[in-house]
């Protein structure tokens, strides 16, 4: 059985070791942890394994606070120290901006970073009946599985959803569809600074009248609305209470109230939320009168708060649903006028299209693991000296970045991590071009 030295951490968490000039991945380990490894992927350039004993352990392991943890795969890092686990993604960030770009920031921003636990606000449970294991399993996927965890507690989640996930086992085993009701979509929201906790059922059959007389039984002892989707995300409408509020979420340093629907898009952690947008905004410094592009503009996260600093914001999303929420969420807060929303697939971007929407004093990206590569690429000589780039994948934004750097003639300012899902690999940054 081999032995090595984990040099650093891999985008997924996995130890990074050396053996005769091959790299080795190995899962469970740590930098600078000595650990004997069994591969189980070799490959002419790379192996997999797994860490089968820590020979010396890195003062920065702790015990993990799951008990699913190693058996659900939604968290890979919950042995590491949280404030370590900050730092190892500095390191990805800066990683992948080096060996893919070959590209430096020229300032390391502070990480932004908050509570490691409980910070959740939605997540996407699979459900799935398993007689031989007692029942209705309601939790995550294992890791590398398309088996459901059997989870009993969650401590990503805040404590109230936690505790629902044994209550929702007994539920849908009670209900005639427990068989075609696949999945369970979690929303935390807001109003009038009171939580409001949605649950949407997706199914695939129509519930009896004695199904829905469990549901608003449920809803009502444990102070939950109901939503039932039965077929896309758009098809989800609120079952009961009918009365119930709609969801939203606030950032205070600039007044602004976002509502939304449990099944669109926002951020899962709405504290750290609140302090990349002041980040955003203080790093795009947008001025009264000035024109700003906010692309992938979603339902108005970033498009509002611009708005409300005075400037006129041109907001570009795909989807004409989150759109007409966008308008909503503009009107709501008194910003409409300064607004212009456009539906358009970015990631066909063409110089035609992107200049036909005007010129830009600056502007926000904001794209999906998938990058900007298009709308980077159209980008035109003239104008637009400022671009803020929020992404979700480190490696994406350092292909964009080489193309803003080495053929637009942009500088990387800056650039720094966003720990928006602690616990997990899971890698958000923040980076702010500019060009003379």
């Known amino acids: 059985m081999p032995t090595g030295i984990i040099e650093s951490l891999d985008h997924d968490a996995r130890g990074i070791t050396r053996l005769d000039g091959k790299t080795i991945f190995v899962e469970g380990a740590l930098p600078g942890e000595l650990v004997?490894?069994?591969s189980y992927r070799q490959k002419p350039s790379y192996e997999v394994a797994r860490s089968e004993r820590i020979v010396k352990a890195s003062p920065q392991r702790v015990t993990p606070s799951c008990p699913h943890f190693g058996v659900c795969?939604?968290?890979?890092?919950?042995?590491?120290?949280?404030?370590?686990?900050?730092?190892?993604?500095?390191?990805?960030?800066?990683?992948?901006?080096?060996?893919?770009?070959?590209?430096?920031?020229?300032?390391?921003?502070?990480?932004?970073?908050?509570?490691?636990?409980?910070?959740?606000?939605?997540?996407?449970?699979?459900?799935?009946?398993?007689?031989?294991?007692?029942?209705?399993?309601i939790?995550?996927?294992?890791?590398?599985?398309s088996f459901?965890?059997?989870?009993?507690?969650?401590?990503?989640?805040?404590?109230?959803?936690?505790?629902?996930?044994?209550?929702?086992?007994?539920?849908?085993?009670?209900?005639?569809?427990?068989?075609?009701?696949?999945?369970?979509?979690?929303?935390?929201?807001?109003?009038?600074?009171?939580?409001?906790?949605?649950?949407?059922?997706?199914?695939?059959?129509?519930?009896?009248?004695?199904?829905?007389?469990?549901?608003?039984?449920f809803a009502d002892q444990h102070g939950v609305v109901?939503?039932?989707?039965?077929?896309?995300?758009?098809?989800?409408?609120?079952?009961?209470?009918?009365?119930?509020?709609?969801?939203?979420?606030?950032?205070p340093d600039f007044d602004v109230e976002h509502f939304f629907s449990p099944t669109e898009f926002t951020q899962v952690n709405f504290a750290i939320n609140r302090v990349l947008v002041r980040r955003a905004l203080t790093l795009l410094d947008p001025q009264a009168g000035q024109r700003i592009a906010d692309m992938f503009c979603g339902l108005g996260?970033?498009?509002?708060?611009?708005?409300?600093?005075?400037?006129?914001?041109?907001?570009?999303?795909?989807?004409?649903?989150?759109?007409?929420?966008?308008?909503?969420?503009?009107?709501?807060?008194?910003?409409?006028?300064?607004v212009d929303y456009h539906v358009a697939?970015?990631?066909?971007?063409?110089?035609?299209?992107?200049?036909?929407?005007?010129?830009?004093?600056?502007?926000?990206?904001?794209?999906?693991?998938?990058?900007?590569?298009?709308?980077?690429?159209s980008i035109g000589a003239d104008g637009l000296r400022r671009i803020v780039y929020v992404?979700?994948?480190?490696?994406?934004?350092?292909?964009?970045?080489?193309i803003l750097v080495s053929q637009k003639g942009y500088r990387l300012r800056g650039a720094g991590v966003v720990n928006m899902f602690p616990q997990t690999s899971h890698v958000e940054s923040i980076a702010l071009f500019e060009r003379d």
Not at 139 to 145: A, D, L, N, P
Not at 231 to 240: L, N, W
Request: proline fraction near 7%; hydrophobic fraction near 45%.
């Open 148 to 217: 459901v965890a059997e989870m009993r507690q969650c401590a990503i989640l805040p404590p109230h959803v936690s505790a629902l996930l044994m209550p929702l086992r007994q539920l849908v085993q009670s209900l005639s569809v427990n068989n075609a009701l696949p999945q369970i979509e979690v929303a935390v929201g807001e109003s009038i600074g009171k939580s409001i906790t949605a649950l949407v059922l997706r199914i695939l059959k129509p519930l009896t009248a004695a199904d829905e007389s469990l549901l608003r039984a």
């Open 345 to 377: 697939n970015l990631f066909d971007t063409t110089p035609a299209s992107l200049a036909a929407l005007g010129h830009f004093d600056s502007m926000l990206i904001d794209p999906p693991r998938e990058g900007a590569v298009a709308l980077v690429n």
């Open 73 to 137: 795969g939604g968290c890979s890092m919950q042995h590491l120290d949280a404030d370590a686990q900050v730092a190892a993604k500095q390191r990805v960030l800066e990683a992948n901006l080096w060996h893919l770009a070959r590209i430096q920031p020229g300032e390391l921003y502070s990480p932004i970073y908050g509570a490691p636990w409980a910070y959740r606000q939605r997540a996407r449970w699979s459900v799935h009946l398993v007689p031989r294991k007692g029942g209705v399993l």
């Open 36 to 38: 004997d490894y069994v």
């Open 139 to 145: 939790g995550f996927h294992e890791r590398k599985s």
């Open 391 to 402: 992404s979700c994948n480190p490696a994406t934004l350092a292909r964009d970045a080489a």
């Open 301 to 338: 996260n970033f498009t509002l708060p611009i708005a409300r600093r005075g400037a006129l914001v041109v907001g570009v999303e795909g989807s004409a649903e989150l759109l007409r929420r966008a308008a909503q969420n503009a009107a709501a807060n008194g910003l409409r006028e300064r």
């Open 226 to 251: 109901f939503y039932l989707q039965p077929q896309g995300p758009a098809s989800a409408y609120r079952f009961y209470p009918q009365d119930a509020p709609q969801l939203s979420y606030r950032l």
